[in-house]
């Protein structure tokens, strides 16, 4: 692939990125009430939080992909690509099949992130009882693998 390829491919993403973000503010300018200094209740925040974050997961899978698909690029840098985009892929595997766990046993909504071996839990509801807590927090674990001092447990109303 050539430089110039690279550059329109680079350019096109990145003009693709500020539309992505231009038309997340517009769209989503109306679904934010403020409800006091600390909480803010959104109204499409589960599905606009999981469009962010298929837009930018697919931006980076598209990276991986030029970098292991590149001619240019060494064999270390095609062999770390390829590293990263498999951690992704279990990333992404794990959060997507305890989000329908955690949904299984009676919860409205879920989104699960993680980052540096901490995993967050956004749950849609008011207030969390103990025994909700104990639910999110063996399936968190036993997906993830994870001490309980590295998941985090966040509701949403």
């Keep these: ?3 110039k390829k690279k550059i329109v491919i680079l350019a ?3 003009v693709l990125l500020v539309v992505t973000g231009y038309l997340n503010i517009v ?7 403020v409800t006091n200094s600390e909480n803010v209740v959104t109204g499409n925040f589960f599905t606009t939080y999981r469009t962010d974050r298929q837009s930018t997961r697919d931006e980076e899978m598209a990276y991986y992909d030029a970098i292991i698909a590149s ?3 060494s064999a270390e840098a095609k062999a770390n690509a390829e590293a990263k ?3 992704l892929v279990a990333s992404m ?3 997507l099949v305890t989000e329908g766990l955690i949904k299984a046993k009676g919860f409205e909504d879920v989104i699960v992130t993680s980052s540096n071996n901490v995993i967050n839990v956004i749950v849609k509801s008011g207030a969390l ?3 909700e807590v104990a639910q999110i927090v063996s399936i968190v674990k036993e997906q993830a693998n994870v001490s309980i001092d590295n998941i985090k447990i966040i509701p949403v109303e």
């Excluded at 769209?27 to 009430?33: D, H, P, Y």
């Design 1 to 3: 692939m050539s430089k």
């Design 12 to 14: 096109t993403m990145f």
């Design 27 to 33: 769209l989503n300018n109306n679904a934010t009430t």
């Design 71 to 73: 001619a240019t690029s």
């Design 85 to 87: 985009k498999q951690n």
């Design 93 to 95: 595997e794990m959060e």
């Design 129 to 131: 009882k103990s025994s």
